[in-house]
Antibody, heavy 119, light 106 residues
Framework: EVQLVESGGGLVQSGRSLRLSCAAS????????MHWVRQPPGKGLEWVSG????????DYADSVKGRFTISRDNAKNSLYLQMNSLRVEDTALYYC????????????WGQGTLVTVSS | SYELTQPLSESVALGQTASITCGGN??????VHWYQQRPGQAPVVVIY???NRPSGIPERFSGSNSGDTATLTIRGAQAGDEADYYC?????????FGGGTKLTVL
């Protein structure tokens, strides 16, 4: 059974940093592209960043470019999101999602980890 | 930049057919994926690449994509179909989601 478990969320002040993790199991993690998608409270989905299976392809939403860094450790079956210079508008539930392939849909999602940025 | 437009809300009577649209310039040239998000839960893909159903998704769910509009159709709507629905595409190497449509089953 595919499982994606996010962790690392919490309450942080504006301007500070936070690192999210996503532990994957139930599939060959090293063979699949992975993404972060966020959802502000009561709002819609917003893609944050994606990384290909060997980290050759990395992309970011304009809203986080230069502040967030996505990475992965295939040996540890883990995905990460380093978030620096956090802003109040980064407050959201952050989901880790597995992609079928680059350019395709997200076939599995975690339950999310909540990041709250206070002013 | 590319934009996806969804109606904020739709309603459907129990057992009837619901249609949720996703508008975008020449969206027919893109692969459209649809997600269902029930309250308090993570999104689940219900249609991928315009019209394909993942295993476990009822045949009541179908999709189409033509011109400037992609459509998710739910036949014989059930109470459990009440949820938010999002369309998604890739554009210039990045992922775009529509704003989401809240489906109410009356």
């Amino acid at each position: 059974e595919v499982q994606l478990v996010e962790s690392g969320g919490g309450l942080v002040q504006s301007g500070r940093s936070l690192r999210l993790s996503c532990a994957a199991s139930g599939f060959s993690f090293e063979d699949y592209d992975m993404h972060w998608v966020r959802q502000p409270p009561g709002k819609g989905l917003e893609w944050v960043s994606g990384i290909s299976w060997k980290s050759g392809n990395i992309d970011y939403a304009d809203s986080v470019k230069g502040r967030f860094t996505i990475s992965r450790d295939n040996a540890k079956n883990s995905l990460y999101l380093q978030m620096n210079s956090l802003r109040v508008e980064d407050t959201a539930l952050y989901y880790c999602a597995k992609a079928v392939t680059w350019g395709a849909d997200f076939d599995y999602w975690g339950q999310g980890t909540l990041v709250t940025v206070s002013s | 930049s590319y934009e996806l437009t969804q109606p904020l809300s739709e309603s459907v009577a129990l057992g009837q057919t619901a249609s949720i649209t996703c508008g975008g310039n020449n969206i027919a040239n893109k692969n459209v994926h649809w997600y269902q998000q029930r309250p308090g839960q993570a999104p689940v893909v219900v249609i991928y690449r315009d019209s394909n159903r993942p295993s476990g998704i009822p045949e009541r769910f179908s999709g189409s994509n033509s011109g400037d509009t992609a459509t998710l159709t739910i036949r014989g709507a059930q109470a459990g179909d009440e949820a938010d629905y999002y369309c998604q595409v890739w554009d210039s190497g990045t992922v775009l989601f529509g704003g989401g449509t809240k489906l109410t089953v009356l």
